[in-house]
T-cell receptor
Framework: DAGVIQSPRHEVTEMGQEVTLRCKPI?????LFWYRQTMMRGLELLIY????????DSGMPEDRFSAKMPNASFSTLKIQPSEPRDSAVYFC????????????FGSGTQLSVL | DQQVKQNSPSLSVQEGRISILNCDYT??????FLWYKKYPAEGPTFLIS?????DKNEDGRFTVFLNKSAKHLSLHIVPSQPGDSAVYFC??????????FGDGTTLTVKP
């Protein structure tokens, strides 16, 4: 299996632009997570899907952030409009069931908003 | 309020010696604990886990100890190898599903 695949690996954009991050989870995994890593806040959960349905989006920082999972093999995290404070590494992870088990992480997207 | 804390940002040990990484938590509802290892420019990878019904789990050179009364867990690496140099994250989860991560400890194993 190729593992969790994220794209792009790096994204540099200007403040105010729309940014879309993409994730393909491991085939057969029913749960998908979006995490953000920053120096100040560490690894924080943004949103969690189970069977393509958002279960917990309490970590989404504000309305500028939105996430979708139209099918079991694809998810997007969108930031519109982007701001410099959104600069971070965004990780997607998947797991078989979602609870009390290990997560498989992608390599992350390094986002820089200028 | 940070529910999972790794109070040591960094740890340096000599190759062949034991590395002990510590983690404290505050939420008594956590019932599953995991350790992840992260190399630069990569995502975290699962290392070892322990359920709250156990106090020890071992996998090769890696052992995790859980002290529920103290709300403390630790990861022991014996013997430490230079390839173990990485950032180690402690994570905890409850039935609700989501894992909460600590800030990580950077381990450096010197040859």
């Amino acid at each position: 299996d190729a593992g969790v695949i994220q794209s792009p690996r790096h994204e540099v954009t200007e403040m105010g632009q729309e940014v879309t991050l993409r994730c393909k989870p491991i085939s057969g995994h029913n749960s998908l997570f979006w995490y953000r890593q920053t120096m100040m806040r560490g690894l924080e959960l943004l949103i969690y899907f189970n069977n393509n349905v958002p279960i917990d989006d309490s970590g989404m920082p504000e309305d500028r952030f939105s996430a979708k999972m139209p099918n079991a093999s694809f998810s997007t995290l969108k930031i519109q409009p982007s701001e410099p404070r959104d600069s971070a590494v965004y990780f997607c992870a998947s797991s078989l069931r979602g609870y009390n088990e290990k997560l498989f992480f992608g390599s992350g997207t390094q986002l820089s908003v200028l | 309020d940070q529910q999972v804390k790794q109070n040591s940002p960094s740890l340096s040990v000599q190759e062949g010696r034991i590395s002990i990484l510590n983690c404290d938590y505050t939420n008594s509802m956590f019932d599953y604990f995991l350790w992840y290892k992260k190399y630069p420019a990569e995502g975290p990878t699962f290392l070892i886990s322990i359920s709250s019904i156990k106090d020890k789990n071992e996998d090769g050179r890696f052992t995790v100890f859980l002290n529920k009364s103290a709300k403390h867990l630790s990861l022991h690496i014996v013997p430490s190898q230079p390839g173990d140099s990485a950032v180690y994250f402690c994570a905890a989860s409850e039935d609700a599903g989501k894992s909460t991560f600590g800030d990580g400890t950077t381990l450096t194993v010197k040859p």
